[in-house]
């Protein structure tokens, strides 16, 4: 089930931008959650998120080591099994084991530790999909393969939207990338955006107007119309966009935002946590902060496109795909470019099981480079 990967089969380039993204993100998780009467100021998140941190690199390490034959066999296993466990959540949503959090059930509660099923299923689809693409006889030149596909894909991301739109939008970059790498014809591309626009649209037009489920609806709207919602559903982005705007070309200094220190901006330690960037840092620093992003993507691709088994190849730039797919959801909220997903910034945010996720796809990406002249299986 496991190998040995070797120094100098790591993917260093992509592993370092993730560490030091991940130190930054600890950094602003504790001027968000600042707390003075705390020793070294560390507010419970911030504990909470240095805990994660260890337990996220662990996982990292542990599934950089895992062979590549091991993640085909558990491909489908684990496709299954997060199925099952959104199915689980609701059924007993409502219940101790799976409460309403501000009207959505999509925590598990197991004492004190919350963990979001969805985090994980994006991972086993990413698994899943790479596995199908790699079967004899799959060709998504083929526009009915392809669309299989995206049926496959789609099926878990509709049903996640229905909770939680935000990791139901990631699933988008992260199939069309394995399709496009794996040889879709780039003139199916039209009809299957047009097919996916339309479904977005339906889907729209069948949120409620009223009721618990109706702040969906009211989020949209308040994107379109953010003044006639500037108390409610729009204060949250209107708070983002003047946060990172009152930072202008330097910033205020980290920790000395006011926007964040006095409780004016909702959310800030994980959706909105890049407003806080902005505040106290200003242009140079969330744009310095952009670039790495961008070059965790490019090195992250690169590592991908190295791995010698066409299933590693597609499981790393998965892997990426749906971590790069899911930062610019998260920047398009802070910036006022889509409606309020509530969608965590990946190694950025606070978040258990958001940082575990993006890490186990990190081990998954470095267990890509072995190759099988140098792997010991067992």
Same mark, same amino acid.
């Given at each position: ?27 602003f998780v504790i001027s968000a959650t600042f707390d003075p009467d705390q020793r070294y100021h560390l507010g419970r998140e911030a504990r909470l998120q240095l805990a994660w941190c260890l337990v996220a690199l662990v996982s990292c390490l542990v @599934? ?31 219940? #101790? ?28 689809? @990413?698994?899943? %999909?790479?596995?199908?693409? $790699? ?34 939008? %990631? ?24 097919l996916g626009v339309t479904v977005i649209v339906a889907g729209i037009a069948s949120l409620p107007q009223d009721g618990p489920k109706a702040y969906q609806y009211h989020r949209i709207q308040a994107w379109l119309h953010p003044e006639d919602y500037?108390?409610?559903? &729009?204060?949250? $982005? ?6 990172? &705007? ?7 200094? =980290? #920790?000395? &935002? ?5 409780? =004016?901006?909702?959310?800030?330690? %994980? ?64 910036? &006022? ?22 890490? $186990? ?12 002249? $140098?792997?010991? =299986?067992?």
């Amino acid at each position: 089930m496991f190998h040995r990967l070797r120094l100098r089969e790591v993917a260093w380039a992509p592993l370092l931008l993730a560490l030091g993204l991940t130190a930054l993100g600890v950094l602003f998780v504790i001027s968000a959650t600042f707390d003075p009467d705390q020793r070294y100021h560390l507010g419970r998140e911030a504990r909470l998120q240095l805990a994660w941190c260890l337990v996220a690199l662990v996982s990292c390490l542990v @599934c950089s080591h895992i062979s590549l034959l091991s993640w085909k066999r558990l491909a489908m296993p684990a496709y299954f099994v997060t199925w099952g466990l959104l199915l689980g959540m609701m059924v007993l949503a409502g219940t #101790a084991l799976v409460p309403s959090i501000k009207g959505q059930h999509n925590w598990i509660a197991l004492g004190p530790l919350r963990l979001q099923p969805s985090e994980f299923m994006k991972l086993g689809v @990413c698994l899943a %999909t790479a596995l199908i693409l $790699t079967r004899p006889g799959m060709d998504v030149r083929k526009l009915p393969h392809a669309l299989g596909i995206l049926a496959f894909v789609g099926a878990p991301a509709v049903f996640l939207a229905r909770e939680d739109l935000g990791s139901a939008l %990631t699933f988008v970059p992260m199939v069309l990338a394995m399709l496009i790498y794996a040889g879709m014809q780039m003139r199916h591309l039209i009809p299957m955006l047009l097919l996916g626009v339309t479904v977005i649209v339906a889907g729209i037009a069948s949120l409620p107007q009223d009721g618990p489920k109706a702040y969906q609806y009211h989020r949209i709207q308040a994107w379109l119309h953010p003044e006639d919602y500037a108390l409610t559903e &729009g204060y949250q $982005t209107l708070r983002s966009i003047r946060s990172i &705007g009152s930072g202008q070309i330097t910033g205020k200094g =980290w #920790a000395e &935002g006011d926007q964040n220190r006095l409780g =004016w901006l909702p959310e800030k330690h %994980t959706d909105m946590i890049f407003a806080v960037v902005g505040e106290e840092w200003g242009f140079i620093g969330s744009a310095a902060i952009l670039v790495v992003f961008l070059g965790f993507g490019l090195a992250g691709l690169h590592a991908a496109s190295q791995s010698r088994d066409p299933f590693g190849r597609l499981v790393g730039i998965g892997v990426v795909s749906l971590i790069m797919g899911q930062e610019t959801v998260n920047l398009s909220v802070a910036l &006022g470019l889509m409606p309020v997903t509530g969608i965590t910034l990946p190694f950025f945010s606070y978040g258990g099981s958001s940082l575990l996720a993006t890490y $186990t796809g990190l081990g998954m990406l470095q267990a890509t480079q072995a190759t099988p002249r $140098t792997a010991t =299986w067992t």
